[in-house]
């Protein structure tokens, strides 16, 4: 199918997702890549599912928003890989109007719920640490469902305007889009309308909620170390800075990305298209696969239970 440039699409019907030019020669390559990661983010996120499940221990609030984590990493994963394995494999570059709107709208939304789960988190180590004895009377099961259908709405709600924006431009520039998904600045930059709108809202997720999340989670922080600190042995202060060593790299390995990534993808008008696309496609192909692997590491109730699975199944 051959595509033109200078076609004018006032509202096409199909998107070219192009995947990612320049490295053409190595698209296998890179599909293997994709494909490893994919289902190491299906086995790991199925994984810490069953085992919470499994294991009466873990039927707390930490764990409870830890499978909520591995839910929203399953639905940001599935809505992007298997399109772009497509892609590199069939050369299926098509992906219909419609559909590029809606797989934006599950990226995005994803990523807000995502964020929000990484503040409710901090929320539970705060109350932990800070308020132990009170723990159990503050998080009770009602009060997470809670947390957890207001972090999920807050998401819901913050990704719609996204492809309600997208669907009401004019595209008369071209209808290929210069990498392996439908991100929303990708999609707007080809509009030929002004669509300051659609930039200025991205701006106010990015900094007014996922910023503010940021706050929160700083200030959470902040308690906690205070609290640390004034226990009164080094031995207390490290067994409990541990129980929040798995969030800390958690929360760097999702916000660090992307937050590069929102700014490059706005002012980086000067970086090789390349590059763009790898940055991307590290914070969103990446982050579904590290969260399991490091819970499953850092967090001793899980790494026991797996080895009990193991050791149970070999004898």
């Known amino acids: 199918m051959s595509v033109s440039n200078t076609t004018v699409f006032t509202n096409p019907s199909t998107f070219i997702l192009l995947g990612i030019s320049g490295v053409e020669r190595a698209h296998v390559w890179v599909s293997i890549l994709f494909c490893t990661v994919y289902i190491l983010a299906i086995l790991g996120n199925f994984t810490i599912l069953f085992i919470v499940k499994m294991e009466p221990s873990l039927h707390v609030p930490m764990y409870y928003f830890l499978c909520m984590l591995a839910v929203t990493d399953l639905v940001l994963s599935t809505s992007i890989l298997p399109k772009t394995l497509s892609i590199f494999w069939f050369n299926f570059r098509e992906i219909g109007f419609s559909a590029c709107l809606t797989q934006m709208y599950f990226i995005h939304c994803a990523s807000a719920i995502e964020s929000g789960i990484f503040t409710a988190m901090a929320l539970d180590r705060y109350v932990a640490i800070c308020h132990p004895l009170r723990y159990s009377t503050i998080l009770t099961n009602p009060v997470v469902a809670k947390i957890g259908l207001a972090v ?7 990704a719609l305007p996204y492809p309600i924006l997208a669907s009401q431009w004019p595209y008369c520039k071209t209808n290929i889009i210069l990498q392996p998904y439908c991100a929303h600045m990708a999609v707007v930059n080809l509009a030929c309308a002004d669509t300051r709108v659609s930039s200025y809202y991205g701006l106010f997720v990015l900094f007014c909620v996922l910023g503010l999340d ?20 080094k031995d207390a202060r490290l067994k409990t800075f541990r129980t929040c060593i798995s969030h800390l790299c958690a929360i760097l ?3 660090i990305p992307n937050l590069f990534f929102s700014l ?9 298209l ?29 790494r026991d239970r797996l ?5 149970h199944e070999g004898a």
């Open 214 to 233: 940021v706050i929160f989670i700083a200030l959470s922080y902040i308690q906690i170390l205070r609290a640390i600190f004034r226990l009164p042995t």
């Open 152 to 158: 999920v709405l807050r998401g819901g709600m913050l």
């Open 253 to 255: 390995a999702f916000y």
């Open 307 to 311: 080895l009990r699975l193991f050791t």
């Open 274 to 302: 390349h590059f763009h696309v790898l940055i991307a496609n590290m914070y969103l192909f990446m982050t579904p696969m590290l969260n399991p692997i490091i819970y499953g590491v850092r967090t001793k109730q899980i």
């Open 264 to 272: 490059l993808h706005r002012f980086g008008q000067n970086v090789p």
